[in-house]
């Protein structure tokens, strides 16, 4: 891998992440709700799957429900696409960066960080 695209992913991944595995569905707009699976999560950002490609810098909106010490916690965001990658018929993989999250979805998110 050369370095200066080492560099541009050291600079995308700057929190660190926690694996959550969950269904997920991602709200593009004038277009119907999209089905993901969850990859990881961090403070900034999280990464999803999808069956279908979504553009490079466009705003959707996320939610998912994953279990904490026995209870469901619930987020929801707005978010950037900041990367999409075809990874074969697994779909695509894509990364997201926050950018509002509610009081609700923020402290959601801490209990899930841990």
């Given at each position: 891998m050369d370095t200066k695209k080492e560099n541009t992913l050291q600079a995308v991944r700057v929190d660190e992440?926690?694996?959550i595995r969950c269904n997920a569905?991602?709200?593009l707009k004038n277009s119907r709700p999209l089905k993901?699976?969850?990859v990881d999560i961090?403070?900034?950002g999280m990464c999803i799957?999808?069956?279908e490609n979504v553009a490079h810098n466009q705003m959707c909106g996320i939610s998912f429900?994953?279990?904490?010490?026995?209870?469901l916690v619930k987020v929801e965001a707005v978010a950037k696409v900041v990367?999409?990658?075809c990874v074969g018929r697994d779909g695509f993989r894509l990364g997201l960066q926050f950018s509002n999250l509610d009081a609700n979805s923020q402290a959601a998110l801490e209990r899930i960080l841990g």
């Open positions: 992440r926690k694996i569905v991602v709200y993901a699976r969850t961090s403070t900034s799957m999808t069956v429900e994953t279990p904490v010490n026995g209870t990367y999409s990658i």
